[in-house]
């Protein structure tokens, strides 16, 4: 990869002098971006001897070195031939932007195969098709072959499926005052992909921000992983989240789209932060600029009240508290007050203070306050007549200075927006970083304070344990496959799981011995491997209290599967002691394609699909991350005790969300599997019904 970002050689196949020709335009993007290696031109088909000052070559074996990379921009049929033939001289690093890959299907899923086949069989490394491929601001290197001009260099490293997004996102760095290390245009991502560039990202010490676009996500485990490894923020944007954005990439560049829930939960464990508009790229990498959020009490200020208080809602909504400098604090500002006509709190409204100089002072006050993690700070500037004025000067007074050695001696952000209809000669004029509306602005430091919150709470916490090695739960999967119920609750069992005491009775007959040792009243369902959902066919009875009431509900239960599903098959009932009353959660996991297992949890009970009051995170899942998601959920006010009620088990619960996550991780053969309802009891907790699905 190294040497992809890096080459010391290059040789574009496809260039030629026709003023059409696409690969020459690549060829003027790294002339024009500075690019000092040696660059050697291939094209069979014309009698070209330079093109721009380049030596054309009518073979690649021609060329009198083996180039450290070749790029390749001719028609889909013949690129399989080119791979072949590089590979037999030596190439071990393509960058493919041809188009009429597999995002055509059909003709085009052969040549991408055949294209895979022969990079494998030479070990040749390559980049796209159906992408710009790569650049790097610092050596040169441009290789898309759209027309670019070479952006500020920063320590900002672009991945992007999309070549028109990524270069959108080129487009904007100078405008920002924000600047790029390395673009990576991934397009189809036959073989290279976003894990591999987030990787090679993570260890390059010319990035510091990663920004990733994806309108799919293959290795989505892997991404995980290597985010969650990486000490820099991964920025991501995916798109293809709904129906028309899955019909629209299918005739882009992805094929294969996640649930967007489970996503939202990859990122949130791993630290990667997911934004959900384009323009978050640039807030997010503003916010970044400053030093971190350690903490969320923060100081909000502006000259406008009104700014003042929108500032407010949208800070406690995003999750921001506001800090008390102390009262002395407040008691000295009033020195500064020209009217004396406001009443100094947080957010602190800076109308009645006219003269800049005290302003750059509160700013230095607030920022080196020790009970300030961070500041904001609002302003605007209104046309105003010409001519100096109090107003003016309060108003469009250059505090960057002062602001950008408070941000350094403090160690802290001071976020700063702009509210103005052009804040470009701004952004260009000074250091500190101009957010475009307080909304932007509030939204990137959450981010950004989210981030780092979650980077200590990852060093801190623990691993889950490990339910894997318990050889009875394994000898116990081994001997089932496919969709179980009650059954599966012995698998619990073997996990030191407790559950409610229950035997199975296949027939009336069976009946009494069942209920030996089983206290009445007890509960009776129908197993059947047709009847998962136990309710809805009648095959659930409560409060059975004695022999003879038990013989009728199992007859009565067996007419109603006949009745509700005449072909299903009925394999008796189970009985089980009745559970006393609390609070019913459900637990769930599922395997997903993309990210692997994930555990569900939350309100639980026949309704549960109604009110969907549920978290997901993946498995194996740490303790901390289960607590906080479960404190997100209406329901946790409930387990707290709500209306006098005593408060649930919360700790219990969390055990056992915890153990199904570390079965799930253990397990593969698990697929499927539902434990509804969990009851939690004011001490204690336990799962009273549960169906799976083992593979």
């Known amino acids: ?8 050689s290059i040789a574009m196949v496809g260039l030629s002098s026709n003023k059409s020709n696409i690969p020459r335009l690549s ?17 069979g088909r014309n009698n070209d001897a330079y093109v721009d000052g380049v030596k054309m070559f009518r073979e690649i074996d021609e060329l009198p070195i083996i180039p450290d990379i070749v790029y390749s921009l001719i028609p889909a049929k013949l690129v399989p031939d080119m791979v072949e033939r590089c590979g037999k001289m030596g190439v071990k690093r393509m960058a493919i932007p041809s188009g009429g890959f597999s995002e055509f299907g059909g003709r085009g899923d052969d040549l991408a195969q055949q294209t895979l086949d022969a990079a494998r069989k030479y070990g040749i490394r390559f980049v796209g098709p159906n992408g710009l491929t790569l650049a790097n601001v610092k050596n040169g290197l441009c290789l898309p072959f759209a027309p670019v001009v070479k952006p500020p260099l920063g320590n900002i490293s672009v991945v992007s499926q999309s070549g028109g997004v990524g270069l959108m996102i080129m487009t904007h760095f100078k405008a920002e005052n924000l600047g790029m290390a390395k673009f990576a245009s991934i397009g189809n991502k036959l073989d290279l992909d976003e894990v591999d560039f987030l990787e090679y990202f993570g260890q390059d010490p010319d990035t510091e921000i990663i920004f990733m676009y994806l309108e799919s996500i293959i290795r989505g485990r892997e991404l995980a ?27 882009h560049t992805a094929s294969v789209s996640s649930d967007d829930h489970i996503l939202d939960a ?7 932060i997911r934004i959900r508009h384009f323009h978050d790229f640039m807030a997010v990498a503003k916010a970044f600029k400053l030093p971190p959020m350690k903490g969320p009490r923060v100081v909000v200020m502006s000259p406008a009240g009104g700014l003042s208080v929108m500032m407010a809602d949208l800070c406690e909504e995003s999750g921001f508290e506001f800090a008390d400098p102390g009262e002395a604090f407040y008691e000295s500002l009033r020195n500064f007050s020209n009217a004396g006509v406001i009443k100094f709190s947080n957010p602190l409204d800076l109308g009645d203070i006219y003269d800049p100089k005290f ?3 509160v700013i230095c006050e607030v920022m080196h306050s020790d009970q300030v993690d961070g500041a904001m700070y609002v302003s605007f500037t209104p046309d105003m007549p010409s001519g100096d004025s109090v107003f003016k000067m309060m108003l469009r007074t250059d505090l960057s200075k002062e602001s950008w050695g408070a941000i350094l001696s403090s160690g802290k952000p001071l976020g700063a927006a702009l509210v103005t209809p052009n804040l470009s000669p701004f952004k260009q004029a000074i250091n500190v970083p101009i957010f475009n509306s307080p909304e932007e602005l509030v939204r990137a430091m959450s981010f950004q304070m989210k981030y780092h919150t979650r980077q200590k709470q990852m060093k801190d916490c623990q691993g889950a344990e490990d339910l894997a090695g318990l050889p009875e739960a394994r000898e116990w999967l081994e001997a089932r496959k496919g969709p179980l119920g009650e059954e599966s609750m012995e698998l619990l069992q073997a996990c030191r799981i407790p559950t409610p005491k229950s035997a199975a009775a296949a027939s009336v007959d069976e009946l009494e011995k069942a209920l030996n040792g089983i206290p009445f009243p007890v509960v009776m369902k129908v197993v059947s491997p047709d009847a998962l959902h136990k309710s809805d066919v009648g095959g659930v009875q409560v409060g059975v209290q004695d022999v003879e009431q038990a013989k009728k509900a199992f007859e009565s239960i067996k007419s109603n599967l006949k009745s509700h599903a005449p072909e299903a098959r009925f394999d008796g009932v189970r009985i089980a002691e009745m559970a006393p009353e609390g609070h019913d959660l459900f637990i769930g996991a599922k395997r997903d394609e993309v990210f692997g297992p994930v555990i569900v949890f ?12 549920l978290a997901t995170i993946p498995c194996p899942a740490r303790k901390s991350a289960v607590r906080e998601a479960l404190s997100g959920l209406k329901v946790y006010k409930l387990l707290q005790g709500a209306r006098g009620q005593a408060p649930a088990d919360v700790d219990a619960f969390v055990d056992l969300v915890r153990q199904i996550s570390c079965l799930m991780a253990g397990f593969p053969e698990i697929q499927e599997l539902d434990l509804n309802p969990v009851r939690v009891f004011q001490k204690g907790v336990m799962p009273l019904d549960m169906r799976m699905l083992v593979k």
């Not at 990869?1 to 010391?8: A, V, W």
């Not at 990859?266 to 990667?272: E, L, N, W, Y």
Request: charged letters at 25%; proline letters at 3%; aromatic letters at 10%.
């Open 225 to 251: 992983e290597m985010a969650s490894r990486i000490n820099k923020p991964v920025v991501v944007f995916k798109s293809n989240t709904t129906d028309s954005g899955k019909r629209a990439a299918m005739s």
């Open 27 to 43: 060829l003027e993007n790294m002339l024009r971006w500075g690019y000092r290696g040696q660059i050697f031109g291939v094209n």
């Open 602 to 613: 939350g309100m639980g009970g026949i309704y549960m699909e109604i009110f969907k009051d």
């Open 1 to 8: 990869m190294e040497k992809m970002f890096n080459p010391q």
């Open 266 to 272: 990859i990122c949130k464990d791993s630290g990667i």
């Open 359 to 361: 302003v750059a002072h």
